[in-house]
């Protein structure tokens, strides 16, 4: 039996530097309630002034997504009450929505295609307030989201992962989404199995709660099947789906033009951005015996790709180089002060061994907010001894076992991260050799 | 009627309204000072912007000393208002005629000689009947040439910012002051025609045509009658459903200058609402949300009514309907008023807001004219009525 899985995402457009009606910034990190004006926090009298960059930026992946794009932009009011709601209802798009009818191409682990689905439609509609116990926070109202909604061509919560993480990772390149950023997706499932009703799951947070929510239901689909359609609630402690309301008691929202915002015809010409996925196409089918996770890391960063991949002829140790410093790149990248592309060329020579690389990454990566701290290695050496986990370590590193060498090192750069690997080694062994005469 | 009296800076702008003062209905939000929509539901809220249209009047030196009474939310044509700090704004010429609404107050207040202007707002006559029965002028221009930020919306698409004035040559700059450009209403896209010399053509119902050829015995008059029910159902079937929507933020709890932010159970919500809302809006809110659904197949029939009246205008046709004072002081009288012709009246001006178009009560002697013209042409149609009060 398998399952039949449809997928609602909303995705937050928070590259974006206002609100989708108003000119309030996009904050997640000021105090609650203070990137507001009378147009997010619903005032009576105020009217909507859209925010065109919305529509351009989403039209790039409805493009990308082989949709057909409309020609004229309106808006709908979506009516139902609820607290997080300023104006009683939510501006959305339902007569005309921006994007319908594309495909996506379903990739697995080694990002090969493995199948083509259905994306219905993409609209755009603003973000309500955010409860958080006692408060209502409208720094979230009025940001905008979009809405991407698939047919139910997905069998299993593996390709419901799948197709988020693609998507995410499309927005991101396309720069509609910093995904980074946790507050930035919501979505809805519904899942059917052959001989049962639908079930929707709604407000589903996280890409863990996804596929355990999914699991869950899944499971209890085939053991207890399902006679009426209904939504229902996960619950993260519980592991477990709560019915929160079947389809007769379903709200209905009531939908009516929004007429302060007319109606705008256009005729985008937009052009198609390539992504990751299409260069690692492009690789994949120049080089089908190199591994693949080393291609998916090759083609990474856009910049990267067109001055040291494209049109060059690719050895397999120039490739494994090259992605070892992407990899090493985004796993210490959290905190990026500088773009990869910035510091590629200075990481890019022959012959330097993993551990070498890893370091200096490290030093260019934490190098600015560190500067300050430019102590000697004999300084830090005489500092570090005293303490005693170290000073075992380091006897234990003397008297010949290789295992405690990568604590000295991480607690030396801890110290000063400008230091390089070679340095370190050369005066340890100095050190030992000293001690030893 | 005034709710709220204010006492402006000392100091006031100088600019092309200087010297003038004016009253606004409670629906136009005053920055700091109590716009209630004459609602228990707002009976608190101090907003914390103004309004587009008093920020124009303000920079060009007109002096605001209050806010007036109006039916609640702009709800009524008659100007009663029971829900709201008991005030029922009387007729200031005859105590037994209704004021008419729902701009009630503003009328009031320029009858009286207490402002030289007021604003009200023009949903489907709430101008343009309280001041027929208030004698004065009340002008609803083209829908989309002033901006309607910060006006608490009725329907948006018929709101239009109306002017009550005595003489019409205030009304004309007050309204060409207006007409200022505001980036913060996207529905402001209409451009003011300039006036340009054309031969005036009358348009009337059969029944005014013999009392309009004796009044314009110069002018080429023809004969235009119109299903009046008709006007009236679509009215409502546009207004209705956006009635429900606009005050579905209402919930009691926001706006009422008390700590908003605290997230409330819906038990609160409906209290509220059924407490502080008056019968009127509540039944109003309920018809609206009952129709909303035919709403865009209702548009249709109504456009294509709209579509076969429109074809007889040219640029210059002025519709006039007669409003004799005698027959309004049987029909508006406060004690046994007759509705059915007041549905009939009302249909008469809410035809110029279904098509956006300007239209003017004009009060001469013992009778008003009620004037429309097609969209823009406001110039022409004050045109019009100066050459009418010269004979």
């Known amino acids: 039996m398998s399952a039949k899985i449809g997928l609602e995402i909303h995705i937050q457009l928070n590259t974006l530097k206002n609100k989708l009606f108003c000119s309030c910034p996009i904050s997640y990190d000021s105090k609650s309630n203070t990137k507001i004006c009378e147009i997010c926090t619903g005032q009576p009298g105020s009217m909507p002034k859209l925010n065109f960059m919305a529509i351009t930026k989403v039209s790039n992946l409805a493009y990308y997504l082989n949709m057909e794009i409309s020609k004229s932009i309106c808006f709908d009011r979506k009516h139902y009450i609820y607290p997080d709601l300023p104006k009683g209802y939510q501006i959305t798009q339902y007569r005309k929505v921006l994007a319908k009818n594309g495909k996506l191409d379903i990739r697995d682990q080694y990002k090969l295609i493995k199948k083509v689905i259905d994306i219905t439609q993409i609209k755009i509609q603003q973000d309500p307030a955010k409860i958080s116990g006692n408060l209502i926070d409208y720094n979230r109202s009025g940001i905008p989201l979009f809405e991407l909604v698939t047919s139910p061509d997905l069998n299993s919560e593996y390709q419901v992962k799948c197709v988020i993480k693609q998507i995410l990772s499309i927005c991101q390149e396309l720069e509609i989404c910093n995904t980074n950023l946790s507050t930035s997706f919501r979505a809805d499932v519904n899942i059917s199995i052959p001989g049962s009703e639908r079930v929707e799951l709604k407000n589903l947070g996280s890409l863990n709660d996804i596929i355990s929510a999914i699991r869950y239901q899944i499971k209890r689909l085939e053991s207890q099947g399902n006679k009426s359609i209904h939504t229902r609630n996960y619950i993260k402690g519980l592991n477990k789906t709560l019915f929160s309301r079947s389809k007769e008691t379903k709200l209905e929202y009531g939908f009516l033009p929004e007429l302060d915002l007319p109606e705008i015809k256009w005729n985008p010409k937009l052009t198609k951005i390539e992504t990751r996925f299409e260069r690692f196409d492009k690789i994949n089918k120049l080089y089908p015996n190199f591994n693949v996770k080393y291609i998916w890391n090759l083609v990474y960063n856009k910049n990267i790709y067109d001055s040291y991949i494209q049109n060059k002829k690719l050895t397999k140790n120039y490739c494994q180089i090259i992605s070892k410093i992407i990899k090493q790149y985004n796993y210490r990248g959290i905190k990026k002060s500088q773009k990869l592309q910035e510091v590629f060329p200075s990481l890019y020579k022959k012959g330097l061994t993993t551990k070498e690389l890893e370091f200096q990454i490290r030093n260019i990566l934490d190098g600015k907010e560190l500067k300050s701290k430019n102590i000697s290695l004999s300084k830090i050496l005489k500092d570090l001894i005293l303490e005693p986990k170290f000073k075992s370590a380091l006897s234990k590193y003397k008297s010949g076992q290789n295992k405690p060498l990568n604590y000295i090192i991480g607690q030396i750069l801890n110290i000063n991260p400008k230091l390089t690997y070679k340095e370190i080694i050369k005066t340890l062994n100095a050190d030992n050799n000293n001690s030893e005469i | ?391």
């Open chain 2, 1 to 391: 009627m005034l709710i709220t009296y204010i006492n402006s800076e000392s100091n006031p702008k100088i600019g092309q309204l200087s010297g003038l003062s004016y009253v606004l209905k409670d629906i136009y939000i005053t920055k700091g000072f109590l716009t209630s929509a004459g609602s228990q539901i707002l009976e608190k809220y101090i907003p914390c912007y103004d309004s587009s249209v008093n920020t124009i009047l303000k920079n060009k030196g007109a002096k605001l000393i209050g806010k007036s009474s109006l039916d609640e939310f702009s709800c009524g044509s008659l100007g009663i208002n029971h829900n709201f700090k008991g005030i029922n704004t009387p007729n200031p010429n005859n105590p037994n005629l209704f004021v008419g609404g729902s701009s009630s107050g503003s009328a009031y207040c320029v009858a009286k000689d207490i402002c030289d202007f007021s604003l009200g707002s023009d949903t489907g006559g709430s101008v343009r009947l309280p001041a027929i029965l208030c004698k004065i002028f009340g002008f609803k221009p083209s829908y989309g040439l002033i901006s309607r930020y910060g006006m608490i919306p009725l329907c948006n698409d018929l709101d239009t910012v109306s002017i009550f004035s005595k003489s019409i040559k205030t009304l004309e700059n007050v309204f060409i002051n207006l007409c200022e450009y505001d980036n913060k209403d996207q529905t402001q896209t209409s451009k003011l025609e300039p006036l340009t010399k054309v031969e005036f053509k009358v348009l009337c119902q059969s029944k005014d045509y013999d009392f309009i050829k004796k009044l314009l015995p110069s002018l080429k008059i023809d004969v235009l009658d119109l299903d009046y029910s008709k006007i009236n159902k679509f009215y409502f079937q546009k207004m209705l459903p956006y009635c429900f929507s606009n005050l579905n933020r209402y919930d009691g709890l926001k706006f009422n200058n008390s700590n908003h932010l605290v997230h409330k159970s819906y038990q609160n919500i409906t209290n509220s609402r059924s407490c502080k809302l008056g019968n009127l809006i509540k039944a109003r809110i309920i018809k609206g949300f009952e129709i909303h659904k035919d709403y865009l197949n209702n548009l249709k029939d109504i456009s294509e009514f709209l579509e076969t009246f429109r074809k007889h205008f040219k640029k210059g046709s002025i519709f006039i309907s007669v409003f004799k004072d005698l027959e309004l002081q049987k029909v508006y009288n406060k004690y046994k008023p007759i509705l059915s012709e007041i549905k009939k009246n009302d249909a008469k001006l809410s035809i110029s807001n279904l098509l956006g178009w300007p239209s003017l009560s004009l009060p001469l002697e013992k009778y008003s004219l009620h004037i429309f013209t097609i969209k823009c042409q406001d110039l022409l149609l004050l045109e019009f009525a100066k050459s009418c009060l010269l004979k």
